[in-house]
C-alpha cells in the first residue's frame, strides 16, 4: 500500500509540532520522524517520556501540594488532578487498526529505549 506523503504530514504536522512545543529546544534529542511514499514512522529515543512529562509533573506535584482534605473531597480540584495524569481532551493515537488511546496512555506505554512507532491515525479530541 503506498502512503500519501503529504496527507500523512498534514495528519502528523500537529502531533510533531506538539512534540516540539512540550520538549522544547531539545526536541531532536528526544524523537525524530520520517516520511516518504511508502512508510511514516515516528521514533522515539531514550528519555522521550522523561522530557514529555517534566512540564505535567511539575505541575501535578505543585496542585498535590496545594491539596488539602477540604479540596480532596472537591470534584472541580480532583478533576484538575486527573487532567494533569491525562489529558482526555487532547491527542489520541492509534498505534494501530483497533484501538484509539490519550496521548498521555500511548505515551506511558512505550520503553525507555529507542523504539521506532508506526501510527495508524492522530485526532485531537475536544469539544
Not at 512529562?53 to 496545594?66: A, G
Not at 472537591?74 to 490519550?102: C, T, W
Request: charge should be negative; aromatic fraction near 20%; include cysteine.
Amino acid at each position: 500500500m503506498r502512503l500519501d506523503c503529504e496527507l500523512v504530514l498534514d495528519d502528523f504536522k500537529w502531533l510533531i509540532e506538539a512534540f516540539r512545543n512540550i520538549i522544547g529546544v531539545d526536541h531532536e534529542k528526544h524523537f525524530s520522524w520520517y516520511c516518504d511514499p511508502n512508510e511514516t514512522y515516528i521514533v522515539f529515543y531514550p528519555f522521550f517520556k522523561t522530557a514529555y512529562f517534566q512540564s505535567q509533573y511539575k505541575s501535578f506535584m505543585e496542585l498535590v501540594s496545594q491539596t488539602t482534605l477540604e479540596n480532596f473531597s472537591d470534584r472541580q480540584h480532583m478533576q484538575n488532578l486527573e487532567d494533569i495524569v491525562q489529558e482526555k481532551f487532547g491527542f489520541y493515537v492509534a498505534s494501530d487498526s483497533f484501538s484509539l488511546e490519550p496521548l498521555d496512555s500511548f505515551i506511558r506505554s512505550i520503553p525507555n529505549e529507542e523504539s521506532k512507532y508506526w501510527l495508524w491515525t492522530t485526532i485531537d479530541y475536544h469539544f
